[in-house]
């Protein structure tokens, strides 16, 4: 029995390094290792988007508040009341001068555009990371797999076909 448990032993890690390239376990090792760096440098892409778009946001709203600012101090000379008296009336002239601001509108696409850029960046990541989980998922049901090959393997020398005991 010893003399059979030798050979199954022997033909076993013979046949490891065909079952691993047969699971392409270096492929999945390889993937697994390059993915923390690329989801890394996705952060970092994500990142520097949420800046450009907060920085971009920021200069939207100085001009909305200079607008809000000109918009609160006008006064009525005859009266010397505020024009603009209650709250709707200011920011439906605020909207007003807005759009005829061909700067602000400028940068309100801008914002758009850097709004655009921040999401896909973002799912990007998003991506990189589910793709990531997967492969761990792929690199332990491989891992099970090669182990139960492993632990019920045919041994040559037995006729009957029944699985090796442990």
Same mark, same amino acid.
């Given at each position: 029995? =010893? ?5 199954? =032993?022997?033909?076993?890690?013979r046949?490891i390094? %065909?079952l691993?390239? @047969? $699971? /392409? !376990? #270096? ?5 697994l290792?390059? $993915? ?14 949420? #800046?450009?778009y907060?920085?971009? #946001?920021q /200069?939207?709203?100085?001009i @909305? ?7 609160t101090?006008?006064k009525?000379?005859? !009266?010397n009341?505020?024009? &603009?008296?209650? %709250?709707? %009336?200011r920011?439906?002239?605020? *909207?007003?001068?807005? =759009? +005829?601001? /061909?700067h $602000?509108?400028?940068?309100? @696409?801008?914002? +758009?555009k850097?709004? &655009?850029?921040? !999401? @896909?960046?973002?799912? /990007? ?14 690199g ?8 139960? $090959? !492993?632990?019920?393997? *045919?041994d040559? %020398?037995?006729s ?5 005991? &442990?």
């Amino acid at each position: 029995m =010893s003399v059979t448990k030798q050979t199954s =032993s022997s033909s076993l890690s013979r046949s490891i390094p %065909a079952l691993l390239a @047969e $699971y /392409e !376990t #270096k492929l999945i090792k390889d993937r697994l290792l390059k $993915y923390p760096s690329q989801i890394w440098g996705q952060k970092i892409a994500v990142r520097r988007r949420r #800046k450009e778009y907060k920085d971009i #946001k920021q /200069e939207i709203k100085l001009i @909305e508040t200079q607008i809000m600012a000109a918009i609160t101090a006008e006064k009525n000379p005859a !009266t010397n009341k505020p024009v &603009f008296s209650n %709250a709707e %009336a200011r920011q439906a002239e605020l *909207e007003r001068r807005k =759009s +005829n601001i /061909e700067h $602000y509108n400028d940068i309100a @696409e801008k914002l +758009n555009k850097a709004e &655009f850029n921040m !999401t @896909e960046e973002q799912e /990007e990541l998003e991506l990189l990371i589910d793709e990531y989980k997967a492969h761990l998922c792929v690199g332990q049901i491989v891992a099970g797999e090669v182990n139960l $090959y !492993t632990l019920v393997k *045919e041994d040559p %020398a037995d006729s009957t076909g029944s699985p090796e005991p &442990f």
